[in-house]
């Protein structure tokens, strides 16, 4: 029972996986600079289910007869190389990354799976974009250490627009070689869904911006 | 339905479930210096499963109605020290890591399991002890890499003399530490146990340098 997936789907699907894998390792890394215990399993467990997420995302991509590896490959250089350009320095830095960078790959990747023609693909792709608690986790505790230390917010807020700068050019590099995916994220491509897309990650950027107290 | 659990089994719970906690974050790490994406997913496969297994210790011991981070707190110092102790300087540390060093606590763990009174408690710990491929994986990596490249095999050798070195080191301080969970290991503590102990662990290590290709 393989679905016979067209090559747009393909590049969501590897991009993803490849995203959720890298996402996963990172989030590891990260909780290893957690303060506590209990803030150290809190990402853990979010590395776990990001890891989850590919090992689904792998299998879906095996019943459809296609190598996972292959599939991922086109997008290796470009996650790759914004993890190594947005390494946070410390445990906030992690979690606004893990807040604000996975939250608005994920509005990109939401926006693309809409297009998605077979459903259960759609369906596997939404799940694995399900948050999970990762938002409620991370603004309650950077919110906590600005309060305690008001001059944070100013240097996270400055990471934030940094982690999103350097979103942007490792998205246009992958939009530029990507024809297909492309499409499938703006609709079509005409001005309006193109507008309406860019409208909509900036209004979701700047909630996520607002929960957390900082200057978008 | 909440098991009532003796202190050695909250011991032995608590230095399990922090095991497996460290155990997956430095799988995690070690998947950063695999040589290729397979190895990489096959590494973050098993931080995966260990931290599936540590979630399922910590909801066990909440169902105990004991608090999981405080039953971990006896063996953090001990397991921080030994992993500081032992960071892997390549991939193939850390594979002989993850088999030789992770296979020997297992074995510790396993002997401790067998006195456990509590049924329940006794099957969780041992289906968290389960291999799941983990060993074929080092294995047939190291003895491929000997294979081409002799000289590392006298490198490695030295490597799992070190580890184990380091494990022996800390599990002494734990043992004069935690009079509870030494009872357990030893079956009551008389010298014919000790001794069978001792030389249970011994022959189980050094099947896995044979297996491994390299010298005891």
Known sequence: MTASLDAATLDLLGVLAYGELTASERLAKDAQLAPTIEDKIALGTMAHQEFGHFLQ???????????????MRPFISALDSFHEATQPSDWYE??????????MAAD????????????????LIQSALADAGKSDFAVQRVREAIAAEPALGGRL????RRLVGEAILQAQQVAVERDALLELLVGGGDLAGITRLFSSITDQHSQRMQALGLQA
């Open 108 to 123: 990109f990747y939401r926006e693309a799976a809409e297009h998605v023609k077979d459903e259960q693909t759609r369906t």
């Open 57 to 71: 995302l792998r299998q879906h991509l095996l019943e459809a007869g296609v190598d996972p590896v292959e599939t």
């Open 157 to 160: 807020a400055l990471w934030a």
């Open 94 to 103: 992690g979690l606004i990354k893990a807040y604000v960078g996975d939250g």
